[in-house]
């Protein structure tokens, strides 16, 4: 089975602190994605990755930045950590390409609250 | 550009009931589709996916999804509702075209009553 593993369940940070959540996956995918999940908003993309020391940014990159330094490591960091930023993140991974291997596989997300 | 619209952010059914979960598409180019479940406080889960191959796409658990393009739907539906199956459902699009990124809906709650 792939699996996507991310280091923390649950996460309480302090207003400024530099925070970094961290995913891990097994299948050798090539695409590496962070989404934030809030009530009402679905999931929303922040960064992805298509290859090693690759990002690109999603729909609301503001705030955080992501670092891949290996192809089966994707981290997200929050450089200065504010309420606005509580939060379910979610990591997932996909293959590259065409076919019928498209989907993504996800972690089991990390509840991050700042107070 | 594509986006996802769920129809209704709750739907509650009776135990046995049949399940509908709306899901329209938009996508400049031709689309791959997928469900997701999510249970609470876990990741999110694939319940099936549209792949341009068989148009009814049958996935875990009983659920199956019709594509059809002239109306830009993607349907999930289950035919008896099983109390386990309350969770939150979302729908996904990407182009059919290589790398890309997954779009989701906002997500239908599935409340299930005995």
């Known amino acids: 089975d792939v699996k996507v593993t991310q280091s923390s369940r649950y996460l309480v940070k302090r207003t400024g602190e530099k925070v970094f959540l961290e995913c891990v996956q097994d299948m050798d995918h090539e695409n590496m994605f962070w989404y934030r999940q809030d009530p009402g908003l679905g999931l929303r993309l922040i960064y992805f990755?298509?290859?090693?020391?690759?990002?690109e940014k999603g729909d609301i990159p503001e705030g955080y930045s992501v670092s891949r330094e290996k192809k089966e490591r994707f981290s997200l960091i929050l450089e200065s950590a504010s309420t606005n930023q509580t939060s379910m993140y979610l990591c997932?991974?996909?293959?590259?390409?065409?076919?019928?291997?498209?989907?993504?596989?996800f972690g089991q997300g990390t509840r991050l609250t700042v107070v | 550009a594509q986006s996802v619209t769920q129809l209704g952010s709750h739907v509650s059914v009776s135990e046995g009931a049949l399940v509908l979960l709306r899901c329209n598409y938009s996508?400049?180019?031709?689309?791959?589709l997928f469900w997701y479940v999510q249970y609470p406080n876990q990741g999110l889960q694939l319940l099936l996916k549209y792949t341009s191959a068989a148009t009814l796409v049958k996935g875990i658990n009983g659920f199956e999804a019709e594509f059809k393009k002239s109306e830009t739907s993607f349907h999930l539906t289950k035919p008896s509702a099983h109390m386990s199956d309350a969770a939150e459902y979302f729908c996904a699009v990407t182009p059919n075209s290589g790398y890309s990124t997954l779009t989701f809906g906002k997500g239908t709650m599935l409340l299930v009553s005995p």
């Open positions: 990755s298509y290859d090693v020391k690759m990002k």
């Open positions: 997932a991974s996909s293959f590259d390409g065409y076919g019928m291997d498209v989907e993504a596989f």
């Open positions: 996508s400049s180019v031709p689309p791959y």
